[in-house]
T-cell receptor
Framework: QKEVEQNSGPLSVPEGAIASLNCTYS??????FFWYRQYSGKSPELIMS????GDKEDGRFTAQLNKASQYVSLLIRDSQPSDSATYLC????????????FGSGTQLTVLP | GAGVSQSPRYKVAKRGQDVALRCDPI?????LFWYQQALGQGPEFLTY????????KSGLPSDRFFAERPEGSVSTLKIQRTQQEDSAVYLC??????????FGQGTRLTVV
């Protein structure tokens, strides 16, 4: 089992719809969770971080964390074509020096 | 510039050739990370520096990989006797205390 797993994708949604991206992790000691967006040929860019159970909203983005289920998700409301990218879930292993363990990413396409 | 700078952006190496990849972190960032990203995968941790000290090199795939940061700023990742499986994008990230990590654009290495 990989340490960080994401739903395989690719995922296509129509413009204006809600895109739902999911991630599970294996390390119960992990305390912080990150979502990165990576456009093709570009570097990963942090878009959301979450540390506590529940929801965290930032504009059109909502991160949801459930530590008991070892599950973290990202919702994108009112999806735009410019949201088309690969979304990477990242978790620092407990006891690490803050390096990140990434999932393999979910490729999202928002259709105009 | 204000961001993490990596050079070269692209490198083609013949199998067996040695290569050196450079990372200029954001000025003042104490932590520096190297990641390897294969096509269609998330980045995988290679090594971590705090200032000039290499505190974690557990992700280096073999003894052909070597990284240094002698003055606590610029870092070089060296790969000796390159193999085809070394073909990937090599990402550098830097971070100040209690901030997010910022990634460079990466070096795409192709071994032929």
């Amino acid at each position: 089992q990989k340490e960080v797993e994401q739903n395989s994708g690719p995922l296509s949604v129509p413009e204006g719809a809600i895109a739902s991206l999911n991630c599970t992790y294996s390390d119960r000691g992990s305390q912080s969770f990150f979502w990165y967006r990576q456009y093709s040929g570009k570097s990963p860019e942090l878009i959301m971080s979450i540390y506590s159970n529940g929801d965290k909203e930032d504009g059109r983005f909502t991160a949801q964390l459930n530590k008991a289920s070892q599950y973290v998700s990202l919702l994108i409301r009112d999806s735009q074509p410019s949201d088309s990218a690969t979304y990477l879930c990242a978790v620092p292993p407990s006891g690490s020096a803050r390096q990140l363990t990434f999932g393999s990413g979910t490729q999202l396409t928002v259709l105009p | 510039g204000a961001g993490v700078s990596q050079s070269p952006r692209y490198k083609v190496a013949k199998r067996g050739q040695d290569v050196a990849l450079r990372c200029d972190p954001i000025s003042g960032h104490v932590s520096l990370f190297w990641y390897q990203q294969a096509l269609g995968q998330g980045p995988e941790f290679l090594t971590y520096f705090q200032n000039e000290a290499q505190l974690d090199k557990s992700g280096l795939p073999s003894d052909r990989f070597f990284a240094e940061r002698p003055e606590g700023s610029v870092s070089t990742l060296k790969i000796q006797r390159t193999q085809q499986e070394d073909s990937a994008v090599y990402l550098c990230a830097s971070r100040a205390m209690n901030t997010e990590a910022f990634f460079g654009q990466g070096t795409r290495l192709t071994v032929v």
